[in-house]
Nanobody, 126 residues
Framework: QVQLVESGGGSVQAGGSLRLSCAAS????????MGWFRQAPGKEREAVAT???????STADSVKGRFTISRDNAKTTLYLQMNSLKPDDTAMYYC????????????????????WGQGTQVTVSS
């Protein structure tokens, strides 16, 4: 069982920055694929960025160059640095964990992620 707790969401004006964190409970965190997903009202959940146990990242085109995913295996924490935020980035953001090995990219869907956090809201105003 892996428990994930997100934090760091909030309200910000366009062009601003936020850093999301996801604290994981399990000591074998380092052997999981980790991902950030988001879901806006009326839209499907979409992958934002993923990171493999050894640090290989995959980022959605919509946020490439603005968002950076990283992980600290010693602290069992996942991060998402979000810069140059836009109103279209407004959504509930979730972190997820999937047991390695698995396809760990933003195009691999959500079915292999067995653990999800409760989400943290990000609101970007124009």
């Amino acid at each position: 069982q892996v428990q994930l707790v997100e934090s760091g969401g909030g309200s910000v004006q366009a062009g601003g920055s936020l850093r999301l964190s996801c604290a994981a409970s399990r000591y074998t965190y380092s052997s999981y694929c980790m991902g950030w997903f988001r879901q806006a009202p009326g839209k499907e959940r979409e992958a934002v960025a993923t990171i493999t146990p050894n640090g290989r990242t995959s980022t959605a085109d919509s946020v490439k160059g603005r968002f950076t995913i990283s992980r600290d295996n010693a602290k069992t924490t996942l991060y998402l640095q979000m810069n140059s935020l836009k109103p279209d980035d407004t959504a509930m953001y979730y972190c997820a964990a999937g047991p390695w090995p698995m396809q760990c990219t933003v195009v691999s869907g959500t079915s292999e992620y067995g653990y999800w956090g409760q989400g943290t809201q990000v609101t970007v105003s124009s």
